[in-house]
């Protein structure tokens, strides 16, 4: 029993930072916790849940086409609700109070759209029998969440810290102003992240559809809700935190249902990540300056 | 007109309560907020006074004013035994803590047979009256724009802005968070304990992190500069989904909408004075030049 | 009346402070002075409490403190300004200061609730008291604006003015005159010296060598986190070791 | 000689605080122009107002035959504008190392960046033995430092300097200004804006005095060190 | 002249899908009722509210349809939680309230005019368990259950005595909460302790997602399960992966019937969907209600109406879409006047080839 918690624990674990790589990109560069990348992760869901039924769409090419219509909203939502805040030096607080004004538009629309219902991908999409090891069990779709969420957060690691676009997107995460004087265009990558984060929830949501069979408007609620834990605790925008954090939320979380009681599990977890956050004040990965005056 | 009175309070006592009470809400937010705490704890503890008055009531034969009490000391006293080490962090790394704090509030009561489980406490006595809510509001108005502006006040402030700078102004940084935290505690207890007696019912659901998020967004929307800020921000949002019901199954679409356009327009929230003062301004001069 | 005595301090790997003992007179004003990167900050981090040595003793007026609170240590009667300018910067001028006399502000929360006379009185004076502090630094027509919306050297006044404010008996100054004109220097320099006149004494962090050599009455010289030479003014201007680490070859700065 | 970059009448404002009142100014190819004037006279508003960082309200900024005021600030910088401003600016968050590969952010010719990097660990050898710590935790003039590498590593064709010498220690002003004119004799055109005015006057060809946003003396360095109100005004002698 | 009824159920938020599928039927039966020419000529007119599954809304809604649209009656709200929150307006201000979706214990005992016609489990589930140990010879099961809902949590409740009752062992309880998607790690653990079957009191939506996440572990075992079972999404998500859960109800798709025939083909018709029990139960409510109208005379005088219509509904016997339907009064526990619950009979179902069909 105890591998397959394991594995259960990794796939559940690869959830959470799949869904958490795109929110804490956001979070990392423009400093917003984006209360409405949930909404855009049901909305890939959706998207791509349209193609496969109404266009016969193959499911990768779907998958493809819901990450860049999630990417333009992302963009869009950015360019109406974010950039002008940016522009008006608003109070921190004022961005992620406005993405819950655009998260509950999204939801309400698509709820009026799509019903409030469940729905799923139709039979076939992907191969539904799972890989059997002796007593272990997983299928196509959990694999596939844990290779990519990994493949994912190797990909933006790589682009953070070796490369020039991520140093300026780290430069404007600290300070705009001294980005500028860099000779960076802040605005252009501001877009380019919302465009990147949203399309990463899109991709989460289509993945985390697939696997659950469970599309419905409501289900990026308990998704957010467990996203700000994982990118808080990882730290600041920081992706191998938001990996990690995630990792780690999906061990606590099965591990104690596996050990201790389901009943508890939440306040097992969340509690685990309470008294984290009292040892690394920052996160697991956040940096504290050390330097005071 | 005294019938119409009674008509129009038998169908809205209930709403104005409701905006009386997230007022209140509100204020205790906006408290930790002032002195640079993003605590998303206030619903837990409005929970965890709702939950004590609802027992003291239904289980004892002592009076509302104590039941009321209760639901005000039993927070302060948790939040004094969480703020202790949780304080320290800061930014959205206390909004987390907080967050799992309230989580784990959430999950005992769910599971705790003296509170009812997923069903909660029912039948709770209705004692709550209009004037309990005007009457404490009215205190913790009072109370707060005392503290405003005192030294206290400023403390808080300078808490907010800079954090080394304020203990080198021989301020106690951690037992003035702590003082923010544990009033913070009190009134949201106390909106708790009063929501409790006019809403017959509690449950676990109730004090989650969507209420917390909801908390948040009645004092940023009102703006947190004032004490008007969270006043206007509980009202706006309590009164925006009635009078937007003609709008049908579009309703929280322009709720979303509404709560975007304000926040664009006034970033600092509903009550922003500057702003205000501006717009009189150039009203003023507008009309002066109509009169020439 | 403040005495260091053997302080040393690393952060991880890096020796920054090694075996620094000084001490600073009442009523005197004492200079730090050393290359970039000396520790001379470190050095006021320490006194004021928001590090603590890795080793050594920090003495004012006979009380030890190690693990002594920053607050507690304000309260004791130390004030200090920063190299990186670290005002209030969403209040006004005033209450910038006003906050600065937090600890004397001695009313009582029910006073406070009910606008008692005490309450009044006390919030009256500081005003006052700000003010006047205000007008020593020459900000006093400007106290009502807001902070932020001060030039660079006007932000380091405030902090000055911010500092006496809390009523020190030892003001630490790091770089006070850092981004501000010579005639400005001078007019600062005058602040200062009525400042030492008035009773309070000054350790002082500064590059400016005509200011330094002026003011201070004791030198100390840092580099690479050991004291190299320490003295009067003239003791240090001569010294090989100091012109060879930080004045330079030519006389004129 | 035509100036290589010309400021007319240009005015900034921020809020109801009049900062600059239609100053002009120009700077000449090769040559290094001081801007000073007291605390809150409009320096560091001019500098980055050049920069684009600053709505300017009326006025035009020439350089290149453009009005550099319609440009968006990450266009000057390409244009090779680039400023040390005030504060410093650095990447507290980055290592010191990453802050100066920022630095090169925008240029064209990769090549030689490594070889400028060498240059600038050679000006500022502190840089290079701190260069995979936080930049956060250099000291004041340490911070200065860096800045100013990080300046160099894009390969300006003018460089604004605000206050460099500010928090450096005797010696370390010695060798900016010695770096200035070094850097200013490979071509560089270089606006610094000082309140180390007697060094400033000194290595400046011309130079200008602002004073409560208005420009007050316009003239060569030399002259302006000799002039009696700039010697009671700045000199303090 | 009209007959306003008030109906407040959630139509937006999370429990939208359940208040949604309880407003067709309302609507379903109101445009029967009214095509046959109403109540004595009287026409129906629903005054439809969205409480949004929230208590707080759900008083105001209850406040504004009794005191406002002054309506003889009022169905709703969809959630138990808010019942306990809006229940006792109604009955403050004598009104009838009639719960379609209201299953939690208690609810008639908020009192006198409190109805439903909502099945409480305690009347299903031990039928149901007793047919499924006869079935698939059970000695031992696992109990998965969601620990955060009032529905959910109840009707485990009932199982617990149930199984007791008939002397089953419960190898093992497992909770999740609401907005789980991934059960895996439960699931697992049921898996280890090895039960004959799995008891599930979760709604359809997730006890599909656990029986298809069962069944990718490797796991066979038939399951048991609640009033949540019964609708047609069970199939749409999990298909034959179904096959073998027991489930009891009163309402069934399979009942022959002609009332459920007939309700069946209308309500596929105008919405274009199969119904569930909660769209069942609303239907046959409204009639239940048109009935009651029907033998008391409309004064004018709605506070007198609305007590005729308390003291008639008692005695109303239906048989509708869902079956044989009488009330039977709630026993009280605080010597409190109390209201009525449902007297009905369940059928069981076994789900074959992506359905449910009558156990024989
Ligand atoms: N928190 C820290 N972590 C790592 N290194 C630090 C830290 N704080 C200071 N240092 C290093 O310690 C040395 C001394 O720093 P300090 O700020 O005391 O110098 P300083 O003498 O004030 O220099 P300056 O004149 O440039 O302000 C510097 O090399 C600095 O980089
Ligand atoms: N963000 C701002 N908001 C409002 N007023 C400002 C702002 N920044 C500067 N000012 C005002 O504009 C004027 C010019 O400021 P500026 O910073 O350009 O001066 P400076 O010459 O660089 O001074 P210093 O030598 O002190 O750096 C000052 O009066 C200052 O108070
Ligand atoms: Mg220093
Ligand atoms: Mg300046």
């Given amino acids: 029993m105890f591998a397959q918690q394991l594995v259960n624990a990794l796939t559940l674990g690869s959830v959470y930072a799949l869904f958490a790589l795109g929110f804490t990109l956001i979070f990392g560069v423009l400093g917003v916790i984006n209360l409405s990348h949930g909404a855009i992760f049901m909305l890939g869901s959706y998207i791509a849940l349209l193609l496969v039924n109404h266009f016969q769409m193959s499911l990768w090419l779907a998958m493809l086409l819901a990450m860049l219509a999630c990417g333009t909203l992302g963009v869009i939502a950015d360019f109406l609700v974010l950039r002008p805040l940016r522009k008006r030096n608003a109070p921190h607080l004022a961005p992620m109070i406005a993405t819950i004004g655009v998260a509950i538009m999204l939801t309400n629309i698509s709820q009026g759209i799509f019903g409030a219902e469940n729905q799923r991908f139709p039979l076939g999409t992907i191969p539904e029998d799972s890989f059997s090891l002796g007593n272990l069990h997983l299928t196509a779709v959990q694999l596939a969440i844990v290779l990519i969420s990994f493949a994912l957060m190797l990909v933006l690691l790589t682009v953070m810290r070796k490369t020039q676009l991520g140093r300026a997107l780290r430069a404007i995460a600290e300070s705009p102003k001294a980005a500028y004087l860099l000779g960076i265009n802040v605005e252009a990558l501001f877009f380019f992240t919302s465009f990147a984060a949203a399309a990463l929830g899109g991709a989460a949501g289509v993945l985390v559809g697939l696997s659950f069979n469970a599309i419905s408007p409501f289900m990026g609620q308990p998704m957010l809700h467990k996203g700000i834990a994982v990118i808080i605790l990882g730290g600041m925008g920081d992706i191998r935190g938001a990996m990690l954090g995630g990792l780690f939320l999906g061990f606590a979380e099965v591990m104690s249902v596996a050990y201790l009681s389901s009943d508890f599990r939440d306040a097992i977890a969340f509690g685990l990540l309470f008294l984290i956050l009292l040892v690394r004040p920052a996160g697991m990965f956040g940096k504290i300056l050390e330097r005071k005056a | 007109m005294l019938e119409w009175w009674n008509g129009f309070w038998a169908i809205y006592s209930s709403v104005i309560f409701g905006i009386g009470i997230n007022a209140m809400l509100a204020l205790s937010i906006y408290l930790t907020l002032s002195c640079g705490l993003l605590s998303l704890a206030n619903a837990a503890f409005m929970g965890i006074g709702a939950y004590a008055a609802a027992m003291i009531s239904m289980q004892t034969n002592l009076s509302f004013p104590i039941a009321l009490l209760a639901s005000a000391m039993t927070p302060a006293l948790v939040a004094l035994a969480i703020g202790m080490p949780t304080l320290r962090l800061s930014g959205v790394y206390l909004a987390m803590a907080t967050l799992g704090f309230g989580e784990v509030v959430r999950v005992i009561v769910l599971n705790l047979d003296i509170t009812g489980g997923p069903m909660g406490l029912n039948g709770i006595p209705q004692k709550t009256e209009w004037w309990h809510i005007v009457l404490l509001l009215g205190v913790t108005l009072f109370t707060l724009a005392r503290v405003r502006r005192s030294k206290i006040g400023r403390a808080f402030e300078a808490i907010k802005e800079d954090e080394i700078a304020a203990r080198l102004m021989g301020i106690n940084v951690a037992r003035y968070k702590l003082l923010a935290f544990v009033l913070g505690a009190v009134i949201a207890g106390v909106a708790g304990g009063l929501n409790a007696h006019y809403t017959f019912t509690i449950g676990p659901a109730n004090y989650g992190f969507e209420s917390a998020v909801d908390i948040l967004t009645m004092a940023v929307f009102g703006g947190t500069s004032n004490l008007l800020g969270p006043l206007l921000g509980s009202f706006t949002l309590s009164v925006l989904p009635e009078l937007m019901s003609w709008l049908k199954d579009f309703r929280l679409v322009a709720n979303g909408l509404i709560l975007i356009i304000v926040i664009l327009y006034l970033p600092k929230g509903i009550c922003d004075t500057t702003k205000l003062r501006t717009w009189r301004r150039r009203l003023d001069t507008n009309s002066s030049v109509k009169v020439q | 009346m403040l005495e260091l005595a053997s302080v040393s301090k690393h952060f991880g790997g890096l020796q920054v402070l090694q075996d620094v003992s000084f001490s600073v007179k009442q009523g005197s004003i004492f200079g730090l002075i050393g290359p970039n990167g000396a520790g001379k900050t470190t050095i006021v981090n320490l006194i004021t409490g928001l590090i603590n040595p890795s080793a050594g003793e920090i003495r004012f007026n006979g009380q030890n403190l190690h693990a002594v609170a920053a607050h507690n240590i304000t309260q004791l009667g130390i004030a200090r300004t920063f190299q990186n300018i670290r005002i209030f910067k969403e209040m006004s001028l005033l209450e910038n200061v006003v906050v600065g006399m937090h600890r004397h502000l001695g009313y009582s929360p029910l006073s406070m609730l009910f606008k008692l006379n005490s309450f009044k009185h006390a919030e009256a004076s500081a005003k006052q008291r700000a003010l006047e502090l205000l007008s020593w630094v020459r900000l006093d027509h400007k106290a009502q604006m807001l902070a932020d919306n001060l030039s660079y050297g006007e932000q380091r006044k405030l902090e000055l003015a911010r500092a006496l404010a809390t009523e020190p008996k030892l003001l630490l100054l790091d770089e006070p005159v850092a981004g501000m004109n010579p005639a400005e220097k001078i007019e600062l320099m005058e602040e200062i010296k009525n400042i030492r006149d008035r009773g309070f004494s000054i350790f002082m962090i500064e590059h400016d060598m005509r200011f330094v050599m002026e003011l201070c009455d004791q030198i100390a010289v840092l580099n690479f986190g050991k004291i190299i030479a320490q003295g009067s003014p003239q003791e240090v201007r001569h010294n090989p070791q100091v012109i060879e680490a930080y004045l330079g070859k030519e006389e004129e700065v | ?237 | 002249a009209e007959i306003k009824i008030g109906v407040a159920e959630a139509l937006s938020g999370p429990a939208a899908k359940y208040g949604s599928a309880i407003k067709n039927g309302f609507n379903l039966a109101a445009d029967k009722i009214n095509a046959k020419g109403g109540i004595n000529g009287d026409k129906i007119a629903l005054v439809i509210e969205d409480e949004q599954g929230k208590k707080e809304e759900a008083i105001n809604a209850f406040k504004k349809l009794i005191f406002q649209s002054k309506v003889l009656m009022v169905f709703g709200p969809t959630l138990s939680n808010s019942a306990f929150a809006a229940d006792p307006i109604a009955n403050a201000s004598k009104t009838v309230v009639f719960g379609t979706s209201n299953t939690a214990d208690g609810i008639t005992n908020l009192g006198p005019f409190t109805f439903r016609n909502s099945v409480m489990e305690a009347d299903v589930l031990p039928a149901t368990t007793k047919a499924a140990i006869k079935q698939f010879n059970i000695k031992k099961v696992a109990v998965i259950y969601g620990n955060d809902d009032a529905f959910t949590k109840s009707g485990y409740d009932v199982f617990k005595t149930a199984l007791s009752d008939q002397k089953i062992t419960v190898t093992d309880t497992e909770t999740y909460a609401k907005g789980d998607v991934d059960f895996k790690a439960q699931l697992t653990k049921i898996k280890s302790s090895t039960p004959d079957a799995i008891v599930c009191s979760c709604l359809a939506e997730e006890a599909a997602n656990i029986i298809l996440q069962t069944r990718s572990l490797g796991m066979r075992q038939p399951f048991i399960g609640g009033n949540g079972f019964n609708s047609p999404k069970l199939f749409d998500i999990a298909k034959d992966a179904a096959d073998n859960t027991l489930m009891g109800s009163p309402w069934s798709a399979e009942n022959p019937s002609t009332a459920n025939k007939q309700f069946m083909a209308d309500y596929k018709a105008k919405y274009g969907t199969d119904p569930d029990q909660f769209a069942a139960q609303a239907y046959d409510a409204l009639q239940i209600v048109a009935e009651g109208i029907q033998k008391i005379k409309l004064s004018g005088d709605l506070s007198k109406d609305r007590i005729a219509l308390r003291d008639a509904l008692p005695g109303i016997k239906f048989e509708g879409a869902t079956g044989k339907f009488s009330f039977r009064r709630a026993a009280s526990k605080d010597g409190k006047e109390t209201g009525y619950d449902a007297q009905q009979d369940a059928i069981v179902n076994i789900a074959k080839g992506g359905k449910f069909v009558l156990l024989k």
Avoid: C
């Avoid at chain 4, 300017?56 to 319609?70: K, N, R, V, Y």
């Avoid at chain 4, 033995?129 to 800045?147: D, I």
């Avoid at chain 4, 200004?177 to 850097?183: A, D, G, L, P, V």
């Fill in chain 4, 1 to 237: 000689m035509k100036p290589i970059l010309t400021i007319r009448k240009l005015h900034v404002a921020y809020g109801h605080v009049h900062a600059l009142k239609g100053i002009n100014l120009e700077l000449h190819a090769g040559q290094i122009t001081a801007l000073v004037g007291a605390n809150g006279a409009g320096k560091s508003t001019s500098l980055l107002a050049i920069s684009g960082l600053i709505k300017a309200g009326s006025g035009s900024i020439e350089f290149d035959d453009q009005d550099l005021l319609t440009l968006a600030p990450h266009h000057i910088v390409q244009k090779g504008l680039v400023q040390v401003a005030e504060g410093r600016a650095i990447l507290g968050t980055l290592t010191v190392q990453e802050n100066l590969d920022l630095g090169s952010y925008t240029r064209k010719d990769k090549a030689h960046v490594a070889a400028d990097l060498d240059w600038v660990f050679s000006l500022f050898p502190v840089l290079k033995n701190r260069a995979n710590g936080l930049a956060g935790n250099l000291s004041g003039g340490e911070q200065q430092m860096l800045a100013i590498g990080r300046a160099l590593m894009a390969r300006p064709k003018i460089l604004l300097l605000d206050e460099p010498s500010m928090g450096l220690a005797p010696l370390m002003v010695r060798e900016i200004f010695r770096i200035i004119k070094e850097i200013n004799q490979t071509g560089l055109t270089i606006l610094l804006v000082e309140q180390n005015v007697k060094q400033a006057l000194k290595i400046a060809e011309r130079a200008y005095v602002l004073e409560n946003g208005e420009m007050v003396l316009e003239d060569t360095g030399a002259n302006l060190l000799n002039n009696p109100k700039v010697i009671a005004a700045y000199l303090g002698t």
